[in-house]
């Protein structure tokens, strides 16, 4: 049987953890596949990693057809719909996938060539909700509007390392897009460092936003809270202090790196 693996397809499905890979495959290897593969024409469309799996040890698999689709932005569509039903989809994935659901009926809305008859009132097929507002997006999601932000700002600033780190779970969505707001090299510094580094870089991020903000002028004759103010002006030091003590040290991997090389 010949079976086409889409790579554009395949980036839709995130990559198993080692535990959820080993379960699968003891599954496989105790009980058989019981569920078909779906193919579009010969494209796998749902079961990569039971596909991949039966291959390595030789395994019986059915497959069925789905020939509905008439495009392959509607195989994606059709990928992330099965993907946002799936509970054990975290809301960081769930996020991504409907965003860009969102950016697939975007380009649909562009792409799509005026109406023959030149009927304005025809609306665009793909331009209804729930893709019009972030609001609509997050409740596909099923998160917060607030969270849906704060995903784009990863997507858009984060490091591959960082955003790796989120999809696993190693660091909150609201912590990372903290940490996002820092320069690349200290992100993936931070990345490095584990849980607990990520968790104090996210920390700095929130004090030096905290710090920044404007002081509420006090109505006249109110006295000034100067403990208020110090404790502003300490936590902004502290982070400068150990923003640069994060840099000091990336500074260090590469002067090691570049050592190693030259030895």
């Keep these: 049987m010949n079976i086409t693996i889409n790579d554009e397809l395949r980036s839709f499905v995130d990559p198993l953890t080692p535990i959820e ?20 024409g010969d494209v ?20 069925v057809q789905n020939d509905k ?9 059709w990928m992330i719909d099965n993907h946002l039903a799936r509970r054990s989809v975290s809301d960081f994935q769930r996020g991504v996938l409907a965003l860009r659901k969102k950016e697939i009926h975007a380009a649909r809305v562009v792409d ?7 009927d304005k009132n025809d609306p665009a097929p793909d331009a209804s909700p729930p893709w019009n507002t972030r609001e609509d997006i997050a409740r596909a999601a099923r998160v917060s509007s607030n969270t ?5 700002r990863i997507q858009k600033a984060a490091t591959p390392q ?22 690349e090299a200290v992100q993936i510094a931070a990345v490095a460092g584990g ?25 006249e004759g109110e006295p000034v809270d100067e403990k208020a103010a110090l404790r502003a002006e300490v936590a902004a030091l502290k982070d400068r202090v150990a923003t640069l003590l994060t840099e000091n040290e990336v500074l260090k991997q590469r002067l090691a790196a570049h050592g190693g090389q030259d030895a």
């Design 21 to 40: 890979y080993a379960a699968l495959e003891r599954s496989l290897l105790a009980e058989g596949c019981r569920d078909a593969l779906v193919l579009w």
């Design 195 to 219: 849980r607990k580094e990520l968790q104090q870089a996210a920390r700095q991020v929130r004090e030096q936003k905290a710090a920044s903000r404007p002081r509420k002028e006090t109505p």
């Design 69 to 77: 689709f008439t495009s392959l932005e509607d195989v994606m569509l």
């Design 148 to 152: 849906i932000s704060q995903i784009e």
């Design 162 to 183: 960082l955003r790796e780190a989120v999809r696993q779970g190693t660091i909150s969505i609201n912590a990372a897009a903290n940490v996002a707001q820092l320069p």
């Design 112 to 118: 799509k060539p005026a109406a023959e008859d030149g």
């Design 44 to 63: 796998l469309i749902d079961g990569h990693n039971r596909y991949e799996i039966c291959r390595k040890h030789g395994i019986d698999f059915r497959t």
